[in-house]
């Protein structure tokens, strides 16, 4: 096993382990899934119902500041959606030309922090704007990353500051005897057969 490899699996666990303890935080938190639905303890969602901060008043106590920004904020809908359309219609298209397995985007994009009763409509609405966006930007980088390790698994010569799921197996910059023999097996992972062992985080 490479050094890479090995770094990879130790992340791998380490996400492992950071499941075990959400695991934990939601046995301590009293809920759990029925039908794919987070389903809180009756006593708690009465207790959330109470801590709830009504509308009116989170309203007064918002900063002028918060209201001026905040059509700026929503704004920010169009570009998304449009991010949204054009990257889903390009996977739809062109993955299966080349025999790239195609992303769900339900394995990024959850939408459920508005059934928390101690929320208000409007801290809702931020919670399903917020959700919404940045899963996008996970199924949008998942997308990216499966195109890059297609047709350009090379390694960048500086740092980078995040990177994707694929990079750590790219190629190193400079590598020109292993470009081609690391171009083939980057396309192995990232292609129907190759992808049957990769969680959409690793």
């Given at each position: 096993?490479?050094?890479?490899?090995?770094?990879?699996?130790?992340?791998?666990?380490?996400?492992?382990?950071?499941?075990?303890?959400?695991?934990?935080?939601?046995?301590?938190?009293?809920?759990?899934?029925?039908?794919?639905?987070?389903?809180?303890?009756?006593?708690?969602?009465?207790?959330?119902?109470?801590?709830?901060?009504?509308?009116?008043?989170?309203?007064?106590?918002?900063?002028?500041?918060?209201?001026?920004?905040?059509?700026?904020?929503?704004?920010?809908?169009?570009?998304?959606?449009?991010?949204?359309?054009?990257?889903?219609?390009?996977?739809?298209?062109?993955?299966?030309?080349?025999?790239?397995?195609?992303?769900?985007?339900?394995?990024?994009?959850?939408?459920?922090r508005h059934h928390l009763a101690y929320l208000n409509a409007?801290?809702?609405?931020?919670?399903?704007?917020?959700?919404?966006?940045?899963?996008?930007?996970?199924?949008?980088?998942?997308?990216?990353?499966?195109?890059?390790?297609?047709?350009?698994?090379?390694?960048?010569?500086?740092?980078?500051?995040?990177?994707?799921?694929?990079?750590?197996?790219?190629?190193?910059?400079?590598?020109?005897?292993?470009?081609?023999?690391?171009?083939?097996?980057?396309?192995?992972?990232?292609?129907?057969?190759?992808?049957?062992?990769?969680?959409?985080?690793?």
């Open positions: 096993m490479s050094t890479t490899e090995t770094i990879l699996a130790r992340i791998r666990d380490l996400q492992e382990e950071m499941e075990e303890e959400f695991a934990r935080r939601r046995e301590a938190f009293r809920y759990g899934f029925e039908n794919g639905r987070v389903v809180f303890e009756a006593e708690v969602r009465r207790r959330h119902r109470e801590m709830r901060v009504r509308l009116t008043t989170f309203l007064r106590r918002a900063r002028p500041l918060t209201i001026v920004t905040a059509p700026v904020i929503y704004a920010m809908i169009v570009p998304f959606a449009a991010l949204d359309l054009f990257v889903t219609v390009y996977q739809a298209v062109c993955f299966p030309a080349y025999g790239i397995d195609r992303v769900r985007r339900a394995d990024f994009i959850r939408i459920d409007l801290q809702k609405l931020n919670c399903v704007y917020c959700g919404y966006c940045n899963g996008l930007i996970g199924y949008v980088q998942e997308i990216a990353g499966r195109t890059e390790a297609y047709w350009c698994p090379i390694k960048h010569a500086a740092r980078v500051g995040a990177h994707h799921a694929y990079y750590a197996q790219f190629v190193d910059y400079g590598d020109a005897a292993g470009f081609e023999p690391g171009l083939r097996e980057s396309r192995r992972r990232v292609t129907r057969a190759g992808l049957s062992g990769i969680a959409p985080n690793g």
